[in-house]
Structures are given as C-alpha cells and as structure tokens.
C-alpha cells in the first residue's frame, strides 16, 4: 500500500470545537481540585463526632488506647505496643483530646492523599479515580477519628510519598520504619527488609510471574526460622488471636483461617494461599454479605492497581534502556509511572511487602481492613492520570513505531 502525497490530512477541528473541548477538560479538573478540597475539609469537620456512629467493634482498639492514656506511668514498653502508643498521644499533647486526635489523624490523611496526588495533578483525575479517593476518605473516617495505633502507619504512609528520591532519603524511610517496628508492630523488621529486596527487584523483572518464587522463597524461610528460632508454626500468631477471641467469646465474622492442614510440609503453601485471598479476596466474596462483597470488590480494585502499575514500571524501565516494549504494556490515556516517581516505586514495593507479611499475622479481614487503611494514600498515588496532551500517549518507543509503519506504507 502506498500513500499519495497529494493526500489531504482530515479536516481540522473548528476553533469553537477547541475551545469547548479545553474548557471541559479545565472545567472537570477544576471540580476535581475543588471536590478534594472540601472532602478534605469536610472530612476534618466531621472526624471529631464521627465515632459515635460506629458499631462497638470499630472502637476496640482506641477504647483501649483511651484507656491506657490514663495509666500515669508513660514510658516505653517494648512487649505494650498500646502504651507506646499512648507515649506518641502524650508527647502530641493529645491525652485528653480524643475529638482533636480524630482531626489530626484525618487531617494527615488529606496531606498524604495530596502528597500522593499533587495539586496540578488533581486537575488530570478520572470519574475513577475520584471515587477511589471518596471511599478512601470514607474509610479513614471509619478507622482512623479515633485514638488508634494506624496513626503512625498512617505517618509512614505519607513520609514515603514525601522523601525526595535519593539514597539518604531511603535510609530515613527505613529508619523510620525500624523505630515502628521496634515500638509498635515488630513484623514491621521484616517488612523492612521484604521492602528493600522489592524496591530493588520490581523493575528489573520482566511481568509479574517472577514474583511468585519470591514469595514462595520468602515464606520458606520465614517458616524455617519460626520453626527453629522461636519453635511456632508460621500460623502462630493468627492462631493465637484468634484462639484467644474464641476463650472470651468475641465474636469475629471474618476469620482467616488456613486452607490446608497445619502441617510443616504445607505451613509456608498455607500463607501463599492466603496471599491470594487477600490481594482477591474470595472467602469475602462467598460470605454472603453485601458488605464482604463490596469490600472484596474495593480489595481487589486496590490491588488491581498494584499489580498494573508494577508492569507499568517494568515498560518504563525497558524503554529506558532502548528495549522494545511488550505488546500489553504499550501506552494507554494515561499518564505513564515515571512522571510521578519515586511515590509509585515506593509505594509498590512497600504495599507488596507488607501484604506478604499480612498473610501470616492478620487474624481476619476486618484487622486486614484497619491495617490497610492507613496505606490508602500509597494506593491513590497509583491511581491513573488523565494524558497532559494528545502527544503523550505516544512514548519514544512508539514513536520509532509509527516512523517504521509510516516507512513501510510509503
């Protein structure tokens, strides 16, 4: 086939066409800059009554936390996570604030939702992903206006989409997180170092299968040194909890409980399954409740998006280095990861270690739930933008592309 060079280009869109079209994107990226806002400021206006609204069992921990804050002896307790937890309430000057300790939690939360999606980058929203940030405001209203210990996950949260990039900064990150773990909630070590193997392996791996021997590795390991160093299953903690729940008659709708029997062959399978039904959490899916269901279905979308923009830095990176890119990792109207970077980098490599940790300690959905929630600003800083213009769907590589296809039809 050739192409005639006499041929006339399609006829060029009318100027009023133009201008209608820009004000409708400036007119939608307004809005969204404006909705965010007032969710952010209506969010903080309500936080401080909104747990009034809450069934008793969302109140658990920061009945506790409220509870300990009256104990005069405020020092640390390496074994008590609720009374450093308390300390950091004490030293914020929070004691006897609980209404402004709920601000102050959904008010951090704004920040890391706006560090997670810049001001100008708003403006480049889909319809999506302003749901995405509606319900992660709904959520953290739920778990998080309240005394509660996701107050410093929630910090780390937003401390990992503000730290420039850089090796000092990644050493601060990592600080932080050890102090977390050694205070607060101790499997955060091996997040850490789950973390730093990631932020190194993710975009040097081609698609997401290579995971899986990682993580099959990972719990290997972790069940050979559960075994032999503290003598427990790789299940024990679940197990406990929720032995404990069962002794003082707590009732728990949404047990996590093992697929296969507890023996030591199957110990490290059991947590990779159990992986699985967190990242698609079928067992909610098949509880038969309206609720499970349309909060398996936000689980998945949240972590649809991981696994999406994990193949989109892998693309990226391979573009970087002049390799062609994969069929179903060509561009798309949106906004390519690098644009945004280091936040997606982090926030992947942190949300996938965590989450493997997750399968051997959370005890049911509902903790899963509360301990996620605190990392919904890491899930919105994957959520997809809006193209700058018409050219940037086109990347270097497809650029060759369309010269190459224009070569061969002349």
Same mark, same amino acid.
């Given at each position: 086939?050739?192409?005639?060079? &006499?041929?006339?280009?399609?006829?060029?869109?009318?100027?009023?066409?133009?201008?209608?079209?820009? +004000?409708?994107?400036?007119?939608?990226?307004?809005?969204?800059?404006?909705?965010?806002?007032?969710?952010?400021?209506?969010?903080?206006?309500?936080?401080?009554?909104?747990?009034?609204?809450?069934?008793?069992?969302?109140?658990?921990?920061?009945?506790?936390?409220?509870?300990?804050?009256?104990?005069?002896?405020? !020092?640390?307790?390496?074994?008590?996570?609720?009374?450093?937890?308390?300390?950091?309430?004490?030293?914020?000057?929070?004691? &006897?604030?609980?209404?402004?300790?709920?601000?102050?939690?959904?008010?951090?939360?704004?920040?890391? =939702?706006?560090?997670?999606? +810049?001001?100008?980058?708003?403006?480049?929203?889909?319809?999506?992903?302003?749901?995405?940030?509606?319900? !992660?405001?709904?959520?953290?209203?739920?778990?998080?206006?309240?005394?509660?210990?996701? %107050?410093?996950?929630?910090?780390?949260? =937003?401390?990992?989409? /503000?730290?420039?990039?850089?090796?000092?900064?990644?050493?601060?990150?990592?600080?932080?997180?050890?102090?977390?773990?050694?205070?607060?909630?101790?499997?955060?070590?091996?997040?850490?170092?789950?973390?730093?193997?990631?932020?190194?392996?993710?975009?040097?791996?081609?698609?997401? #299968?290579? /995971?899986?021997?990682? @993580?099959? $590795?990972?719990?290997?390991?972790?069940?050979?040194?559960?075994?032999?160093?503290?003598?427990?299953?790789?299940?024990?903690?679940?197990?406990?909890?929720?032995?404990?729940? $069962?002794?003082?008659? =707590?009732? =728990?709708?949404?047990?996590?409980?093992?697929?296969?029997?507890?023996?030591?062959?199957?110990?490290?399978?059991?947590? %990779? #399954?159990?992986?699985?039904? #967190?990242?698609?959490?079928?067992?909610?899916?098949?509880?038969?409740? !309206?609720?499970?269901?349309?909060?398996?279905?936000?689980?998945?979308?949240?972590?649809?998006?991981?696994?999406?923009?994990?193949?989109?830095?892998?693309?990226?990176?391979? @573009?970087?280095?002049?390799?062609?890119?994969?069929?179903?990792?060509?561009?798309?109207?949106?906004?390519?990861?690098?644009?945004?970077?280091?936040?997606? *980098?982090?926030?992947?490599?942190?949300?996938?270690?965590?989450?493997?940790?997750?399968?051997?300690? *959370?005890? &049911?959905?509902?903790?899963?739930?509360?301990?996620?929630?605190?990392?919904?600003?890491? %899930?919105?800083?994957?959520?997809? #933008?809006?193209?700058?213009?018409?050219?940037?769907?086109?990347?270097?590589?497809?650029? +060759?592309?369309?010269? &190459?296809?224009?070569?061969?039809?002349?």
């Amino acid at each position: 086939m050739s192409v005639r060079p &006499d041929a006339q280009a399609p006829a060029s869109t009318p100027l009023a066409d133009v201008v209608g079209t820009v +004000r409708s994107v400036t007119g939608w990226g307004l809005f969204c800059q404006f909705y965010v806002l007032v969710l952010l400021g209506v969010g903080v206006a309500v936080s401080s009554r909104f747990r009034t609204f809450l069934d008793e069992k969302f109140l658990l921990d920061g009945n506790w936390i409220e509870a300990t804050l009256r104990i005069p002896d405020a !020092s640390l307790d390496p074994a008590d996570p609720f009374r450093n937890i308390a300390l950091v309430y004490r030293v914020l000057g929070l004691s &006897d604030l609980p209404d402004v300790a709920a601000m102050l939690a959904i008010a951090v939360f704004g920040v890391g =939702v706006l560090a997670a999606i +810049r001001w100008t980058e708003l403006t480049r929203l889909t319809w999506l992903g302003l749901g995405t940030i509606t319900v !992660s405001y709904l959520l953290a209203l739920v778990y998080l206006s309240q005394y509660s210990k996701e %107050f410093v996950s929630l910090a780390l949260a =937003v401390l990992v989409l /503000l730290l420039p990039r850089g090796l000092v900064p990644e050493l601060v990150l990592m600080a932080a997180m050890i102090a977390y773990a050694v205070t607060i909630r101790p499997y955060w070590g091996v997040v850490v170092g789950l973390y730093v193997v990631l932020r190194f392996l993710l975009p040097r791996i081609r698609g997401l #299968l290579p /995971l899986v021997p990682f @993580v099959l $590795a990972s719990y290997v390991f972790l069940q050979v040194t559960f075994n032999t160093v503290l003598g427990e299953p790789l299940s024990f903690s679940r197990t406990a909890v929720n032995d404990l729940r $069962a002794q003082i008659n =707590v009732s =728990v709708g949404s047990l996590i409980v093992d697929f296969l029997p507890n023996a030591v062959a199957l110990q490290w399978l059991n947590a %990779f #399954l159990i992986l699985l039904s #967190l990242i698609a959490p079928w067992p909610l899916i098949l509880g038969g409740s !309206s609720t499970y269901l349309v909060m398996a279905l936000v689980l998945a979308y949240l972590w649809g998006l991981v696994l999406w923009t994990v193949l989109r830095i892998q693309a990226e990176r391979r @573009v970087e280095l002049g390799r062609p890119a994969r069929r179903h990792t060509q561009p798309t109207p949106w906004s390519p990861v690098a644009e945004r970077s280091p936040r997606p *980098e982090r926030a992947v490599a942190l949300l996938l270690a965590l989450v493997i940790i997750q399968a051997i300690f *959370e005890p &049911d959905y509902g903790s899963y739930v509360k301990h996620i929630v605190p990392m919904l600003p890491l %899930f919105l800083a994957l959520v997809p #933008l809006q193209a700058r213009t018409a050219g940037a769907l086109i990347g270097p590589q497809d650029d +060759r592309s369309l010269d &190459d296809a224009t070569k061969d039809s002349t």
